[in-house]
């Protein structure tokens, strides 16, 4: 082929004849046969623009001496033309310099492509964040239609990583009510029982305020609780009835000083409404662990302003680490603080695990200081409702799997385990997610996305621009009127009681009748094209106390390096 190009051209130089500059320049890839003509065009833009200016102008002439109609024409050339004078002008977009008006095509369709993947391109099992099966189940939960599929799965059991719970050939009767758990250890003086699958972290200002409203009266419905996120307590956490975990973040939004600082009295009047069952400190999240977070003045409305006590129309900056504490033992002593404050309500708080050792330190101090906290939520690097940096979500924070094993790991080793209850937030959206992570230590579990699936989110993974198009992650007024509170309320009721139901079957299946029967044997995982092995097998589980009398050598190093009055 380059031969016969090569040839072609002489002919033409011999005959004398003029051979445009792109095509004398044209080469053929000895490897291929694309011919990037388009590219070439970008040479004759200008008269391309000139072109259409002319035509644009040919059609207004048409228009003044022969007929009006013609204005049908003109119009969109005139519009052409001039998107072509002004691609030209424009020095922001190489691409429309060199391809007036065509190239806004490549806009568009980029613009397009998370859609055409989403609809069009991925497979039922492959798709990310979450794939369309498990869209799927939650929205016909949510709908209360059936969430069952023919013809068996489309998954590879064989393949390397696939998980598996294991059914017995005794299973047991359904339980006709699903268990909860008491959150409220002995320095606790209101425990609350808490349901299997709760609402997780979700502030407002992230979401609008339909959204909020829908999730906190569904879970009203539905008896089970609503994470306010960091954004501080609303009037639509408040008015729905819903029973609220407050989550208290690095901002202390709702209940800081002009400063930034924590204000104890500000916290102890709110922490006493009868909608708080149980407060929680954020010390980091699965999304962007390690990072605060940046309000940016246009978005600090008045209505922002109010529920997270700034300064209307100014830049709000969350610190990445917390004013009121900088040990572990700091830590444990502000939860203490805390629980006082709140008249002696459930308190905890939330992470994304890191370190090893800083989890052993903070469990050193719990024991040092003689206080413990109710609950621990461990948040999976997988978890993530707001936007975040890519190389934060994609390469900082551990795992909810890995996280869960250490924190329940360590409470067990340490023999706190039975006076602290666990909570798993990452990802989960079926009762199958649900089991898994209770085999894995939780005692209960949160969702946020599948939340958000069941008030009408569609992963269109426009969160962070404020242009959700089904008003769920938005404050644009117009787009969350689209939301229509009172049908997703009961969606969002359906969804989680469906979901628990569905985890209560599953466990029937597998011969347990009580989430307290569950052990890793239970789970297995494929490791690869022979070779099964059961969580017990594939994870080291310590016996209670075991950290305390003779670490094992895989916790030893991390043992002795954990200090409970400092981090590093």
């Known amino acids: 082929m380059v031969a016969a190009q090569s040839g072609l051209l002489s002919f033409w130089g011999t005959t004398g004849a003029v051979v445009p500059r792109w095509l004398a320049d044209l080469r053929v890839p000895a490897a291929g046969f694309s011919f990037d003509l388009v590219a070439r065009l970008s040479v004759v833009r200008f008269g391309l623009v000139a072109g259409l200016v002319v035509v644009a102008a040919g059609a207004v002439v048409l228009c003044v001496a022969v007929s009006a109609w013609w204005w049908f024409l003109a119009v969109p050339l005139l519009a052409l033309a001039a998107t072509g004078a002004y691609d030209l002008a424009q020095r922001r977009h190489s691409v429309l310099r060199n391809y007036p008006v065509l190239g806004h095509l490549r806009f568009l369709l980029e613009s397009l492509r998370p859609e055409l993947q989403q609809y069009f391109v991925e497979r039922n099992f492959d798709g990310r964040p979450y794939d369309r099966d498990v869209r799927s189940i939650v929205y016909q939960r949510a709908k209360g239609t059936a969430a069952e599929e023919p013809f068996g799965t489309e998954r590879d059991v064989y393949a390397e990583g696939y998980e598996f719970l294991v059914p017995s050939l005794a299973p047991v009767p359904v339980p006709d009510h699903a268990p909860r758990v008491r959150v409220g250890g002995p320095d606790c003086a209101r425990p609350y029982e808490m349901a299997l699958l709760n ?260 992963q269109s993974q426009r969160c962070h621009t404020n242009k959700c198009p089904v008003g769920v992650a938005t404050q644009d007024p117009r787009r969350g009127r689209a939301l229509d509170v009172g049908d997703k309320t009961e969606r969002v009721r359906r969804y989680q009681e469906a979901t628990v139901a569905s985890a209560m079957r599953i466990m029937a299946a597998m011969g347990v009748s009580d989430p307290a029967e569950l052990s890793p044997q239970m789970l297995r995982r494929r490791v690869d094209a022979r070779t099964v092995l059961s969580y017990a097998e594939w994870y080291d589980w310590l016996e209670p106390g075991q950290l305390l009398a003779e670490p094992p050598r895989e916790w030893a190093e991390a043992w002795a390096a954990a200090d409970p009055d400092r981090f590093a």
Not at 306 to 315: D, H, K, Y
């Open 199 to 458: 609402v997780s972290a979700m502030s407002f200002g992230s979401l609008s305020s339909n959204a909020i409203l829908a999730l906190n009266q569904g879970a009203a419905r539905g008896g089970f609780a609503h994470d306010t996120g960091e954004g501080g307590l609303s009037e639509y956490h408040l008015r729905g009835g819903g029973d609220l975990i407050w989550e208290i973040g690095t901002g202390y939004f709702g209940c800081r000083t002009s400063d930034g600082d924590f204000d104890p009295s500000t916290f102890a009047e709110k922490a006493a409404h009868d909608a708080v069952k149980c407060v929680s400190l954020k010390l980091s999240q699965g999304a962007k662990p390690g990072m605060g977070g940046v309000l940016p003045g246009t978005k600090v409305n008045a209505e922002i302003a109010r529920v997270r006590e700034v300064p209307m129309g100014e830049t709000v900056v969350s610190p990445p680490y917390h004013r009121v504490f900088s040990t572990p033992r700091e830590l444990v002593r502000f939860l203490a603080r805390m629980r006082e404050l709140a008249g002696g309500k459930p308190t905890g708080f939330k992470l994304c695990v890191g370190s090893r050792v800083q989890v052993l330190a903070v469990c050193k101090a719990m024991r040092a200081e003689g206080v413990t906290p109710d609950f621990i939520v461990v948040d999976g690097a997988e978890g993530g409702t707001g936007a975040a940096p890519l190389e934060f979500a994609d390469h900082l924070g551990t795992p909810l799997t890995e996280g869960l094993h250490t924190v329940h790991n360590a409470l067990v080793g340490t023999g706190l385990r039975d006076r602290i209850r666990l909570g798993a937030s990452g990802k989960v959206a079926t009762g199958a997610d649900v089991v898994k992570r209770l085999i894995q230590g939780a005692d209960y579990t949160n969702a946020a996305r599948a939340m958000m699936f069941a008030v009408g989110c569609i």
